[in-house]
């Protein structure tokens, strides 16, 4: 039976990793399978494979083979990674256990910091089954407030990106690449707001929230249909994004390059070619796609 779900195959400098071979990311992942949990998650997954989604809340049987999953070990980031590896190695039709998968992942209910810290660094491996698991679960993520009927605010769960940003960046450790790549890509006013409180960076430039607020205001002028004050708002705009595309943050010059990448009305010929040249290799990419 085919299924459909929400999940979709959609101080210190601080850095984004790619050290390692993205296939290798893979692999590495797979050596560290737990055959208990395994099993585990297999028993689970045959479970929901058999049982139609909207039945799922009112079979006891799925819960408690979930509920012994959860149980297995007291390190949930075990479970999770357990099921990602799960992910990478099984093989179903049009990839429909990927969907399954992400179905007993979000009935785990776990805290959000758990899927994002153990998922984070698999959202532009080459493994296609994993990759799309974690952005399956990226993606619910943000649309979780919507989805529940909520007002439809937009992406408030980048507070949960901030903290893991904080997290990573007080032990001085590297942020995945794909993790940066992928917030940018959806939503980079959030994702420029997630670096700026998340770093620990003493004296950080009030000017670049300022420069953030000028944008975003006119752009929601430009999206609500006022063509006439968002003409007049615009040079402001194009002129913060100017300023911010000389600051040495680098989370900064991301967001001019993305915010020009995905808005032609903000795209200013010298300073996506000033972009295209930068010394951090992925403001430099976003620059380089951005067209003419």
């Excluded at 805290?111 to 698991?133: E, M, W």
């Excluded at 004050?229 to 705009?237: D, M, T």
Aim: glycine share 4%.
């Amino acid at each position: 039976m085919r299924r459909t779900m929400i999940f979709v195959a959609t101080l210190l400098p601080i850095a984004y990793s790619n050290s390692l071979a993205q296939e290798t990311d893979a692999k590495l992942l797979i050596a560290e399978m737990q055959p208990d949990i395994q099993e585990q998650i297999k028993r689970t997954y045959t479970v929901f494979l058999s049982t139609a989604r909207d039945d799922l809340k009112t079979n006891c049987e799925a819960f408690e083979e979930l509920q012994k999953l959860k149980d297995i070990t007291k390190d949930k980031g075990e479970i999770v990674k357990q099921l990602a590896v799960f992910t990478a190695i099984t093989e179903s039709e049009e990839d429909s256990h990927v969907m399954l998968v992400g179905i007993m992942l979000d009935f785990l209910d776990l805290p959000a910091s758990i899927p994002i810290r153990v998922l984070a660094p698999y959202l532009d491996t080459d493994n296609r089954q994993l990759r799309d698991f974690a952005r399956g679960w990226f993606y619910y993520h943000d649309s979780h407030d919507r989805i529940h009927g909520r007002p439809p605010l937009g992406s408030v769960n980048y507070y949960d990106y901030m903290i893991y940003v904080r997290s990573k960046t007080f032990n001085y450790e590297e942020i995945p690449e794909g993790f940066v790549e992928d917030i940018y890509a959806r939503h980079p006013d959030r994702a420029l707001l997630v670096f700026y409180y998340g770093t620990k960076q003493v004296g950080r430039p009030r000017e670049i929230l300022w420069g953030e607020h000028i944008v975003s205001n006119t752009l929601w002028l430009k999206e609500n249909g006022f063509d006439e004050r968002f003409q007049k708002a615009l040079p402001e705009a194009l002129d913060e994004l100017a300023k911010l595309a000389k600051y040495d943050e680098w989370w900064a010059r991301l967001y001019v390059a993305e915010m020009m990448r995905q808005y032609p009305a903000l795209r200013q010929p010298a300073v996506v070619e000033q972009l295209r040249d930068d010394g951090n290799a992925l403001v430099s990419k976003v620059a380089r796609a951005t067209k003419e």
